[in-house]
């Protein structure tokens, strides 16, 4: 069974930057697209940005284009983050699916393994 674990979350201040990590076990990058999503307080889950599973495409929310960086390295997704903002400060989840599933990630609801998330607070 795939397994999925977020770190790096944390309080930051408005422009400041952040680390997020998920640690994949259970099964091997090249065959899943890894995704990070985020959920607000009052909002629903959303796609922040996909890595396929190859590691050749990467996609990002229009929020994030410019500021988030996703790369993956041996069993680890990372999401680097700069030039925060009060609007992002949401639990942050990293999800898989598989490449027989979906070319990249899917809307949450399509995404079939799931971390427990990490919270990222933006603020002064």
């Known amino acids: 069974q795939l397994q999925l674990v977020e770190s790096g979350g944390g309080l930051v201040q408005p422009g400041g930057s952040l680390r997020l990590s998920c640690a994949v076990s259970g099964g091997s990058l090249d065959y899943y697209n890894i995704g990070w999503f985020r959920q607000a307080p009052g909002k629903q889950r959303e796609g922040v940005s996909c890595i396929s599973s190859s590691g050749s495409s990467t996609t990002y929310a229009d929020s994030v284009k410019g500021r988030f960086t996703i790369s993956r390295d041996n069993a680890m997704v990372n999401l680097h983050m700069n030039s925060l903002k009060p609007e992002d400060t949401a639990v942050y989840y990293c999800?898989?699916?598989?490449?027989?599933?979906?070319?990249?990630?899917?809307?949450?609801?399509?995404?079939?393994?799931w971390g427990k998330g990490t919270l990222v607070t933006v603020s002064s």
């Open positions: 999800a898989a699916v598989h490449l027989t599933v979906a070319t990249m990630c899917l809307p949450p609801d399509g995404m079939r393994h």
